[in-house]
């Protein structure tokens, strides 16, 4: 069973850097036909999907966030993180990391998420 577990701070200061790290369990990150996932969900909006880090370390960003966004993995650690430059209260959501089956075109795997607040 795949389990995935999203860790870092719970509060950023605004113009700083948001920095997620999520941790996968029972499976391999350098897998074929998965990607590994950041997924946002701000208080009372939908989800919106941020970037994903496949298993050779090509990286895919939304174009709303590009600019700002970087996805990067661990292979030793079996991690990948995100990090998201100068913040703002908009940013402020919870973060959910996830597997993205390519093969199944589907979210099969989901972190628990965690709440990211951006306040001073």
């Known amino acids: 069973q795949v389990q995935l577990q999203e860790s870092g701070p719970g509060l950023v200061k605004p113009s700083q850097t948001l920095s997620l790290t999520c941790t996968v369990s029972?499976?391999?990150?350098?897998?074929?036909?998965?990607?590994w996932t950041w997924i946002r969900q701000p208080p009372e909006k939908g989800l919106e999907w941020m970037g994903a880090?496949?298993?050779?370390?090509?990286?895919h960003y939304s174009p709303a966030l590009k600019s700002r966004t970087s996805i990067s993995s661990d292979t030793s650690k079996n991690q990948f993180t995100l990090q998201l430059t100068s913040v703002t209260p908009e940013d402020t959501a919870v973060y959910y990391c996830?597997?993205?089956?390519?093969?199944?075109?589907?979210?099969?795997?989901w972190g628990q998420g965690t709440q990211v607040t951006v306040s001073s």
């Open positions: 996830a597997r993205r089956d390519t093969g199944r075109y589907l979210y099969d795997y």
């Open positions: 029972g499976g391999s990150i350098t897998t074929s036909y998965h990607y």
């Open positions: 880090i496949g298993n050779s370390g090509s990286s």
